[in-house]
């Protein structure tokens, strides 16, 4: 019994093994290492990680420390930067005005200030989550270019219902929706990015998407600073961003993995490969 099982388990690792070289030989083949409709695909699908670091890094302007406060009343008129605690409400306020962070407006300062770092721990507990949901997703039934699909979409829903938080806690739950959706898209993108490349390649097509995250930090500054008064637009900005993907580039533009296409049965894998 125990051989028969080790005999059917081999030959289900050489069907896979011979799959996966056919794939690969059919690219070479037919379609070529990297050639310019390769470079598009994985343009168009290295796009998405510009959100991904939208959605990772834009925290370090809505969550920013207020760095200085001004007096609003007569009362605090001789109060120094140390004694601010003992300052009544309604007497001072931020220099860059309540609405500038969600520390300024919730008032995550001295007593309160273990909760500023709970939204970040709490999206990054919710990356690890998404990762592991997102794979099964993608090799499953849902397929790779759905699964950055259903991701590009769940992340513009929930970065634009943050920006209608109430209070940290509920602010802290959409953080952790952020970080689920947003999971799906470094995980994904890189197996449609590479899946048509071949070998020899795929490993400097695989840095390509770095360059692109790092494409949408610097942007963040450019988007952020006409929205310092208030942290909820700069959400609701970069939640339009990737709606727009999805509609415009993804779903008209963007191949799905024809390895998957493949396993599955699908007949649109001799198009792809063969185009």
Known sequence: MDEEKHQLVGEKNGVWSKLQLTVDEV??????????????????????????SHC??????????????RCIGRECGGTTAASVRALEPGT??????????????????????????????????????GSAVFGRLADGHLGWKRAVLASCLL?????????????????????FANGFSRAGIGICCLVLATETIGRKWRGQVGQVGFFFFAAGFLSIPVIAYPTRTCWRTLYRII??????????????????????????????VKKLLMC
């Open 92 to 129: 001072w306020e931020w220099s860059g005005g309540s609405t500038s962070s969600t520390i300024a407006e919730w008032g995550l300062v001295c007593d309160r200030r273990y909760l500023a770092a709970l939204p970040t721990s709490v999206y990054f507990l919710g990356s690890l989550i």
């Open 56 to 69: 990772t890094l834009v925290t370090i302007f809505t969550d920013a420390q207020p760095q200085s406060w």
């Open 27 to 52: 690219v070479e083949e037919y379609v070529g290492s990297f050639g310019f409709s390769q470079l598009v695909q994985v343009i168009l699908v290295s796009l998405t990680r510009i959100f991904d």
């Open 155 to 175: 992340t513009a829903a929930t970065i634009f219902l943050t920006s209608f938080s109430p209070n940290i806690w509920i602010y802290s739950l959409l953080r």
């Open 239 to 268: 939640s339009i961003l990737p709606l727009v993907y999805s509609v415009f580039t993804l779903m008209p533009f963007v191949a799905e993995s024809p390895r998957w296409l493949l396993v599955r049965g699908r007949s649109e």
